[in-house]
Structure formats: structure tokens, C-alpha cells
């Protein structure tokens, strides 16, 4: 089990202790977390609480996750788009609105129940029952190139080249705002203490994160970039354009209110992928075709 302990600060005040817990634990439901306090699991300031408890300032609260049940991931036959495959790895052009590993209310549809039916036993073990083959992820809502490994050995070499910052990630965005000129944004990425499941550029519990942007052609209300990640933290892209101004459109997490909804999440595309392969030891690169919903926006911008 794992017990986890928080002092309420005063941001947190009044607020229903399910609705923090789930805010705070990432990956975990509210329903999750009033499951496991129904059971006895939550503490404050030393006594029993329930769900509906409204916190106070400097409240002691301590939350008992119980250890994990091993959960057996069905294999789907959903279809994949497969750019490039061998006995050690698979690159997949993964679509708009495709969740990458399971998770609590996303058991099913995933890339990796796809990638189970098409490779059956032949997935890397590294990452869990619930993540095989899943060397690096990308956003359900961002489209585009992913590496998969078959084997732990890939795995490992895939891994090391990502960790040396030596593997190539080259995404493309439609932006917010008149982008005058290229750019780096170097500010360090963690998890937000007001919204436990956002990210944002902060210097505490964080790690560091490069992003390079070239611009590829403005229209006046948005521009068309490219993206060169030096480092990959959750969300980056969409946390550093933010930071600048320029928050990439249909982000509705990251951009403005009035979110452009039939872009269906943020307009954002994993084009190129580039590595050397763990065992014949070439260097590979792969660069995918902008996809429908990208190009058409586009085409919207230009007009």
C-alpha cells in the first residue's frame, strides 16, 4: 500500500477532500478515490472523515492507496497505422483522439490493447502490465509519430537515446497569435499545485524542459510552427507556447476559454521521429503526412 500525506495549504482550504484527492493523485478518479475512503482509507488530523469533508487550513490529511490489482489488458483488434516494423520495434502514426496505455476510465480502445492483438506476446515488459512496448508517449488529443518497442533490449537502447536527449522529436502547431520569429523556450516543467492536473513552468518538483520553435508561415491570428523538443515532459509543447502567448489552438487546457471545438483537442502533430536502431545500430527517420483535421484548419487560417 502507499500512504500519502498532505498539510492543506490555503488554496485548499474549504474544499471537499474527494475533489482534492482526485485533483492531487494523478490518474485517479473521484469515484476511485470515494471508493477506497468508503473503506476506511482516509485520515484527518488523526480521526476517520468521509468523502463530503471540507478542508481547513492546516488539516493533516493522510490517504492509504491500497496496493494495485494486477489488471490483464484485453487485446482489440483495432487497426493500426504502421509506418515501419521488425523484430525489435514498430513505429505507429497514432491518431487524433487515441488514448495510449490504459488507465482508470480508459481500460478500453487504447493503443496498447491494439498493439497487443497485432504483436501478441512480442512487446517489451518494461513498463507493466498496462504499458508493454511503451517507450515514450504522446497527448490522446496530439496526433502522430510513436516508437514501440518488442523487446527489453530495444527498450533499453530506445530509452538511453530519449534520456540523451539524442532521439529526434519534431512536432508541428497551429498557434495563437502572430509568431514574428524563431525561438527557444527553456523553463523548467512540474505539476501545478492549483490544478493538480495540469502542468506548468515552475521551480519546484520540476524537471527541465527545451523546447526549439521555427516558424513555418504566419496568417495574422495564428501561425504554423515547427517544434523540436530537446527534452519531452508531459504537455510541454502546449505548457511553453502558452507561456509565450501563443497557446497552440483547440488546446482547451492551455489556451484561451473560447476554445475552437471542432479541432477536438489541441492542433498538434508528432511529424518526424529519428533514432538510432538499438541493434543494427543505423540511424532511422521517419516523417509522417499532416493528417486531415490538421490541414484543414490550415487551409481555414489561409483563406
Known sequence: ??????????????????????????????????????DGGLLVNDKLQNKKYNLKIGDKVQFTVPDPVEYTVEAEEIPLDIVYEDSDLLVVNKPKGMVVHPAPGNYTGTLVNALLYHCKDSLSGINGVLRPGIVHRIDKNTSGLLIVAKNDFAHNKLAEQIKEHSFKREYQAIVYGNVKENGTVDAPIGRSKKDRKKMCITYENSKNAVTHYEVIQSYGNFTHIKCILETGRTHQIRVHMASIGHPVAGDDVYGPKKVITKLKGQCLHAKVIGFVHPRTE?????????????RKFLQEIQQ
Open 282 to 294: 543505423e540511424y532511422m527517420e521517419f516523417n509522417s503526412e499532416l493528417p486531415v483535421y490538421f
Open 1 to 38: 500500500m502507499n500512504i500519502l500525506n498532505y498539510i492543506i495549504e490555503n488554496e485548499n482550504q474549504e474544499v471537499r477532500v474527494d475533489k482534492f484527492l482526485s485533483d492531487t493523485i494523478e490518474d485517479m478518479s473521484r469515484s476511485s478515490v470515494a471508493s477506497i475512503i468508503e
